[in-house]
């Protein structure tokens, strides 16, 4: 391994840090404080590597991390009692405890009604204890063991993350991780969370690694960057704040060290990684035959893995198994002009037409009073074996404004509970009010033994009409109608395509529905969020820590309720503190990004590139853990949460010198 993985340049440290080299590690520090860095140290690989199956080692409620931070505050105490606290307030410190008190007063309330939801909410603010016990522990010798020992980790991570997206599709293709009590694989794949660690090991070894001087060195970190950047890949085509955290944070990367030698094994990489990807691609647009017939199929809709329009070529089904659910054409009521036999509305407004249907004399007339997705109408369960294609089609015009449909398919155990909920297709109307036919093919997951179909309004505030609804089982889903590339870890292909549809989608619109209804059901809730706070009954105090804020706000789209947040930190500070909380949880990160960014180019300017450069890594992290946050709830659980705060405990600690290496 090149040594220059480790520091800048390992010979001259040693030469101009004897004493800090004899007392590495930590010498001279009470047992425990030591036994607590190397459990921290431990658990924060442990996140790195295996993501949110290590978090779940424990047992519930009490997990691991949860531990490791009880130890963190008994050593704390400890050393107080002993009078060994390295005490240095600042601004910095005081907002933080500021804001950890304001998030107790907001979540204390809430124990007795919600129990055990509120504590697990309140790790947004409740594992800034970490960074807190850092900054009472920790020194100089904690911060450059800790780059040290990253260092190393470095090109193993690398390494590692091929493997790990391949166990984790291999070993979580049957279960529902989002599912409270479901099985968790112990190594889980996140986009977002590999994101934000690239953006750290991409920082090291640009600015912490010594110069890639000899042609050995040069091919060694262009195979580390090799594996990096196609994780980017995978991650950035199956999740786009994953892809922006990565982009973001690495051109973060370049404009703190544009000119460094370091960049030239990254752009050979980048370069390998273009022609392994284009070149195929181009291969097979040249000489790809013409794709199979949809039928009356609307064309525009975008291929999805295991969810193609079927082809024409496919065998069609016996007629009895052609009608899988009663009812298709709803021509028949039970009670009343709102209820229709054998399908069931949530939150929708359902009701019987008369007159004007494709078939027959009557239509489902569906009005999603609400905001996009939050109204749908459901089929009820029926029998289907695992395994087997099915293939639904139905025919939608609009009835009042611009309705859109969006067709998902839940699939049931014999249990009966929900294995997974996949998209099947989505359908625009753009106000025409001619019937249009949309159809899609599955095929269900292995333990399978019900599905259901579940029609989603995807623009709220419409109403559309549907009718003639087919459910076949049958072989529909053929290699001639799967894209070759396989699907990345939430179900869109791993495809240059599917690359420039996120990033359309993310800066500007997408002709993938399924993409702009994802974007504009976030948008959606988080102007709520903000009707509710900063112009609404909710702007002093937010609604706690506790509340199922998917459920409260209206915007529940999953069949178990485990959707809890609007997948943006920020707006949950916002949603759960009020306009107080979010100032001050603003306030905070600026305070904290600047004082690190002065305290790095204090280093800089006084010639201390070792320090300089640790200042500038702890930096990009934050920044990149900031990115990243703004797009999931990344610092809402341990995996991200404790390593959110523990760069944060770094960086306050890091904050202690001043540009001439002692303390300011």
Not at 19 to 28: E, I, K, T, V, Y
Not at 96 to 125: C, E, N
Not at 201 to 228: D, E, N, Y
Not at 557 to 577: F, I, K, Q, W, Y
């Amino acid at each position: 391994m090149d040594g220059g993985f480790v520091t800048l340049d390992w010979k001259r440290e040693r030469a101009a840090n004897t004493d800090a080299g004899r007392s590495w590690p930590l010498a001279g520090e009470p047992i425990v404080v030591r036994v607590f860095a190397l459990a921290l140290g431990c658990l924060l690989v442990g996140y790195m590597f295996l993501g949110r199956g290590f978090a779940h080692i424990g047992v519930g409620p009490a997990y691991i991390g949860d531990a490791v931070l009880a130890f963190g505050a008994a050593v704390a105490a400890f050393v107080a009692i002993r009078g060994r606290l390295r005490l240095s307030v600042t601004w910095t410190v005081a907002l933080l405890a500021a804001f950890v008190a304001l998030g107790a007063l907001r979540t204390l309330p809430y124990l007795g009604i919600h129990g055990m939801a509120s504590l697990r909410d309140g790790v947004l603010w409740g594992y800034a204890a970490f960074a807190l016990i850092l900054w009472l522990l920790a020194d100089r010798r904690w911060v450059l063991s800790a780059f040290r020992a990253y260092g190393w980790i470095v090109p193993i991570f690398a390494l590692w993350l091929p493997i790990s997206w391949n166990l984790f599709r291999l070993y979580s293709a049957d279960i529902d991780p989002s599912r409270p009590g479901s099985v968790v694989p112990l190594v889980f794949f996140k986009g977002g969370d590999m994101a934000v660690h690239i953006v750290g090991a991409v920082a090291f070894l640009v600015l912490g690694a010594a110069a890639s001087s000899s042609g050995r060195a040069f091919v060694w970190r262009a195979v580390i960057f090799l594996p990096l950047l196609w994780t980017i890949f995978v991650a950035g085509t199956s999740n786009r704040g994953s892809l922006l955290t990565a982009v973001v944070g690495i051109v973060a990367v370049w404009v703190a060290a544009p000119r460094s030698r370091n960049w030239r094994p990254f752009i050979a990489a980048v370069g390998l990684g273009l022609v392994v990807l284009l070149v195929p691609a181009v291969l097979s647009l040249a000489g790809a035959p013409e794709p199979a017939g949809t039928g009356t199929a609307d064309a525009s809709q975008p291929d999805r893995p295991r969810a193609s329009l079927h082809a024409n070529s496919s065998p069609a089904p016996p007629a009895s198994e052609r009608v899988l659910i009663p009812n298709p054409g709803f021509e028949r009521r039970l009670t009343g002009d709102e209820a229709i036999g054998g399908w069931t509305p949530a939150r929708a407004e359902v009701m019987v037409v008369e007159g004007g249907a494709r078939e027959g004399d009557q239509f489902a007339s569906v009005h999603n009073p609400l905001r996009a997705h939050q109204a749908t109408l459901n089929s009820i369960r029926f029998p289907f074996e695992s395994g087997d294609d099915i293939a639904v089609s139905v025919w939608i015009k609009a009835l009042v404004a611009h309705p859109a449909l969006e067709i998902y398919i839940n699939w049931f155990d014999r249990s009966g509970a929900l294995i997974s909920s996949d998209f099947l297709g989505a359908l625009t109307t753009d106000g025409d009010r001619r019937w249009k036919k949309i159809s899609g093919a599955l095929t269900a997951p292995e333990e399978t033994t019900r599905a259901q179909i579940i029609f989603f309004e995807a623009t709220g505030g419409a109403t559309m009409g549907l009718d003639d609804v087919s459910v076949e089982s049958g072989i529909f889903v053929t290699e001639a109608t799967i894209p070759p590339a396989p699907p990345a870890s939430d179900g869109r292909p791993a495809t240059v395509q599917q690359m420039m549809e996120n990033i359309l989608s993310v800066f500007g619109s997408s002709e993938d529905p399924g993409l702009q209804g994802t974007r504009q059901f976030r948008l959606d809730w988080w102007a709520t969020i903000v009707d509710y706070t900063a112009f609404g009954e909710y702007f002093w105090t937010g609604k706690g820590f506790g509340v199922n804020l998917a459920d409260d706000d209206g915007f529940q789209s999953t069949a178990d309720g485990s959707l809890r947040a609007p997948h943006n930190s920020h707006m949950t500070v916002l949603a759960r503190m009020g306009v107080p909380g979010l100032a001050l949880w603003l306030v905070l990160q600026g305070a904290f990004g600047l004082g690190l960014l002065r305290a790095t180019l204090a280093h800089r300017r006084a010639g201390d590139a070792r320090l300089a450069a640790i200042g500038a890594w702890i930096l990009l992290y934050w920044f990149a853990m900031t990115v990243n946050t703004s797009f999931d709830p990344y610092i809402e659980g341990p995996q991200g949460g404790i390593w959110f705060w523990a760069v944060f405990g770094l960086g306050l600690v890091f904050m202690r010198w001043d540009g001439r290496g002692g303390k300011g």
